[in-house]
């Protein structure tokens, strides 16, 4: 099932890394790319620290180990499977609390009542990139001595009080798979403002290794490789097309002036990650709203022509025909970057 459309970002730029590739002979392991996207994102986002591995669920599975849970953890039922699986493949119980209806994050005021002497830890998910109630749940972990783990999939770019979100809880994950808003084809990153956790995870995600023929503990292949890296690479070198993702996917309370709250709250935590809009509701604006959100019109075809054209009869909402109009040129102009030629109408 098709959840999100990837971003390709130009050819040419992929095929000139892979050149690089190439001549060096050095396909993963540790390579000049990974260390490339590593530093980049670190600066991109703000970050201290943070290591990319192979996928969003092993980040989770090297989480869990990093912080040795093996027993009860609290978690969501309101997630993708692999927050949950990734908990019994590591052999811990998920003990279910219930969600928030309004931001579907797991619900703080009833964690307590879950917690008994077998409880570990939370691993809660900050769903559709709408951070949890973090303050309210490390004061709970802390009274209650558990680690946090938070799964931030969701999350590229989502601060919380200023901060990059990833910089919250014991360990934070993400995935960069190519569903998400940044992504490395398939990937992902743990984070931890914990130096030990951090040398901990680095040696997980290489076997355990600490010298070409010497090991630290026992690890797992969480390393990623230069073909990955090399997208990543790419697509950072696109910001305005991630940040255009972000201007089409936001206020859109102001663009469905007649949906309803539900239709309202749905269509704000999906288009938080890119996904196309569906509400009852027809009108000029929820059209272009999915419109721009990537369905089924052809962008490419607008090019040339004054897109206000495309508004008789609703000259009382012209302001919010102006704001729509602004982000279909921005669309327009970068249309190229987002790969929009094969849409059909
Ligand atoms: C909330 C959440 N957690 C974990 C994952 C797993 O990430 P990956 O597909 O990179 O293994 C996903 C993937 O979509 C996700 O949405």
Redesign the pocket.
């Known amino acids: 099932m098709p959840v999100t459309k990837p971003f390709s970002p130009p050819i040419a730029e992929y095929q000139e890394l892979l050149s690089g590739i190439w001549q060096r002979n050095w396909f993963t392991n540790n390579g000049p790319l990974v260390n490339d996207l590593e530093l980049k994102l670190k600066k991109h986002l703000d970050l201290k620290h943070l290591l990319y591995v192979s996928?969003?669920?092993i980040a989770?599975q090297i989480a869990l180990k990093a912080l040795g849970i093996t027993k009860k953890v609290i978690t969501t039922p309101f997630?993708?499977v692999?927050?949950t699986s990734s908990l019994v493949w590591e052999g811990c119980k998920p003990i279910y609390v219930d969600i928030d209806p309004e931001t579907f994050n797991i619900d703080p005021t009833k964690i307590e009542d879950a917690i008994d002497s077998d409880t570990e830890a939370i691993l809660a998910?900050h769903c559709f990139g709408n951070p949890c109630d973090i303050d309210a749940i490390d004061r709970i972990a802390k009274k209650h001595n558990l680690k946090v783990i938070y799964?931030a999939?969701?999350c590229f770019g989502t601060t919380y009080k200023g901060k990059s979100v990833f910089t919250f809880g014991d360990i934070s994950t993400t995935?960069f798979?190519a569903t998400k808003l940044f992504h490395t084809i398939?990937g992902?990153a743990v984070f931890t403002q914990d130096p030990e956790v951090l040398k901990n995870m680095a040696l997980m995600r290489n076997f355990g290794h600490s010298g070409p023929e010497s090991f630290n503990g026992m690890g797992i292949n969480g390393k990623n490789s230069e073909f990955h890296a090399a997208m990543g690479v790419v697509n950072l070198n696109h910001p305005e097309a991630t940040i255009l993702y972000r201007l089409l996917n936001r206020d859109v309370s102001d663009l469905l002036p007649d949906a309803t709250e539900s239709e309202l709250r749905t269509a704000k935590l999906m288009c938080h990650i890119g996904q196309p809009v569906k509400v009852k509701h027809e009108n000029v604006e929820s059209a272009v709203l999915r419109i721009s959100l990537g369905s089924r019109v052809l962008a490419e075809s607008w090019k040339d022509r004054d897109v206000s054209l495309f508004f008789h009869g609703v000259e009382n909402q012209m302001n919010q025909v102006n704001m729509i109009c602004q982000k279909i040129k921005l669309i327009l102009k970068y249309s190229d970057v987002l790969n929009l030629k094969d849409i059909q109408s």
Do not use: I, K, P
């Open positions: 996928n969003g669920t989770l997630s993708y692999a927050t998910t799964d999939a969701h995935s798979h398939e992902g």
